[in-house]
């Protein structure tokens, strides 16, 4: 591995900004000028009173930024709410959606450049330069693939978009299948599949398997780039001691028939030698009974502490993860 690291990270919202600080906290007291690109999430993204809306690519940048509400996980921190509650009146939007008014900002200046005409990355780059977040982000592609949720309805089956069913229903109606329309057409956002060629290690976030990483890697050319890369490719388990660190991907593993453990989802993702995503696969201490199962599928397993409490834990995660992907490169 060369002395700089260039690390890609395929990463969602939450979970995907807590390991990105973790990330950059252990590369800057360890590799100062690795180089950190993370290929965000777009399946959440979506239009709303006029405005496009990519809360994992906001969620990414706030938290790299230090300006994220720590207390919801999502949106600005000393955000006010005053054009959320005149949208209500006039009866516009979402009513159990709440756009903060510092948050519109963002959404605003992003539909504006996307108007005049801007690419989606392009406009993301535009959202990154406002803040020194020592990485950058790039949408896992340009093309409009937003999730739709097929929940079952009595003895009929009716499309929602993923943000009504996570936000309006907190996950309660049953999903029969998440979609992107669109997906198997779209490309890499550019620099994406070069990013995954040039690294030198690329790590799957704890993400939501289904609704973060899965959008992710079913953009074709980027499934073909993380097969092509000569870089390890890890992943950290978002299972621990059988649970999902957030409930609702239990949910969404159960409806696509995906076991809600660490090996079930490295089963999920696949050995990258048997045409799937994984070298290797960090599972939780509760978990290290998994690491059997995940070696058995061809997955190199590792184990370590995967809570995330502070900064700390996630750059010992983080520093775990590279160790694992470093301890099985010189292989490949
Ligand atoms: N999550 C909520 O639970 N309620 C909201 O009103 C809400 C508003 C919102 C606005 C902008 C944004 O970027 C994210 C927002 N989120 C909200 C979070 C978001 O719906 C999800 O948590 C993520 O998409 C899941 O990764």
């Given at each position: 591995?060369?002395a700089?690291?260039?690390?890609?990270?395929?990463?969602?919202?939450?979970?995907?900004s807590?390991?990105?600080r973790?990330?950059?906290?252990?590369?800057?007291?360890?590799?100062?000028?690795?180089?950190?690109?993370?290929?965000?999430?777009?399946?959440?993204?979506?239009?709303?009173?006029?405005?496009?809306?990519?809360?994992?690519?906001?969620?990414?940048l706030?938290?790299?930024a230090?300006?994220?509400?720590?207390?919801?996980g999502?949106?600005?921190?000393g955000?006010?709410?005053?054009?959320?509650?005149?949208?209500?009146?006039w009866?516009?939007?979402?009513?159990?959606?709440?756009?903060?008014?510092?948050?519109?900002?963002?959404?605003?200046?992003?539909?504006?450049?996307?108007?005049e005409?801007?690419?989606?990355?392009?406009v993301?780059?535009?959202l990154?330069?406002?803040?020194?977040?020592?990485?950058?982000?790039?949408p896992?592609t340009?093309?409009?693939?937003?999730?739709?949720?097929?929940?079952?309805?009595?003895?009929?089956e009716?499309?929602?978009h993923f943000?009504e069913?996570?936000?309006?229903?907190?996950?309660?109606l049953?999903?029969?299948?998440?979609?992107?329309?669109g997906v198997?057409?779209?490309?890499?956002?550019?620099?994406v599949?070069?990013?995954?060629?040039?690294?030198?290690?690329?790590?799957?976030?704890?993400?939501?398997?289904?609704?973060?990483?899965?959008p992710?890697?079913?953009?074709?050319g980027?499934r073909?780039a993380?097969?092509e890369?000569?870089?390890?490719v890890?992943?950290?388990?978002?299972?621990?001691?059988?649970?999902a660190?957030?409930g609702?991907a239990?949910?969404c593993?159960a409806?696509?028939?995906a076991?809600?453990?660490a090996?079930g989802v490295?089963q999920?993702?696949?050995?990258?030698?048997?045409?799937?995503?994984?070298?290797?696969?960090?599972?939780a201490?509760?978990?290290?009974?998994?690491?059997p199962?995940?070696?058995?599928?061809?997955?190199?397993?590792?184990?370590?502490?995967?809570w995330?409490?502070?900064l700390?834990?996630?750059?010992a995660l983080a520093?775990?993860?590279?160790?694992?992907?470093?301890?099985?490169?010189?292989?490949?």
């Amino acid at each position: 591995m060369s002395a700089s690291r260039r690390v890609v990270l395929l990463a969602g919202g939450v979970g995907g900004s807590t390991f990105a600080r973790g990330l950059r906290e252990h590369l800057r007291r360890t590799d100062p000028h690795a180089r950190i690109t993370i290929v965000a999430n777009t399946g959440d993204d979506m239009w709303l009173t006029g405005v496009r809306l990519q809360p994992d690519v906001d969620s990414l940048l706030y938290a790299l930024a230090g300006v994220n509400d720590t207390e919801r996980g999502w949106g600005r921190a000393g955000e006010s709410e005053r054009v959320s509650a005149e949208l209500r009146a006039w009866g516009a939007g979402w009513p159990w959606f709440t756009l903060g008014d510092l948050d519109l900002g963002t959404h605003l200046a992003r539909t504006g450049w996307l108007r005049e005409g801007a690419g989606v990355a392009e406009v993301v780059r535009r959202l990154c330069g406002r803040w020194p977040i020592g990485a950058e982000i790039l949408p896992m592609t340009e093309a409009e693939v937003d999730t739709i949720v097929t929940v079952r309805d009595g003895a009929d089956e009716r499309p929602m978009h993923f943000q009504e069913w996570w936000t309006r229903y907190r996950a309660s109606l049953e999903p029969v299948r998440f979609d992107n329309p669109g997906v198997a057409e779209a490309e890499p956002a550019p620099g994406v599949a070069r990013a995954i060629a040039d690294a030198d290690v690329v790590v799957v976030a704890p993400s939501n398997p289904v609704v973060s990483v899965g959008p992710i890697v079913a953009v074709p050319g980027i499934r073909v780039a993380l097969r092509e890369t000569d870089a390890p490719v890890v992943g950290v388990s978002p299972i621990i001691g059988g649970r999902a660190v957030r409930g609702m991907a239990e949910v969404c593993l159960a409806a696509i028939g995906a076991e809600c453990s660490a090996s079930g989802v490295a089963q999920l993702y696949g050995a990258r030698d048997d045409g799937g995503l994984l070298d290797a696969w960090l599972v939780a201490e509760e978990d290290a009974g998994a690491a059997p199962a995940v070696d058995a599928l061809g997955i190199r397993a590792g184990v370590a502490p995967l809570w995330m409490r502070d900064l700390e834990t996630s750059a010992a995660l983080a520093a775990a993860a590279l160790e694992l992907a470093r301890r099985g490169s010189a292989g490949r």
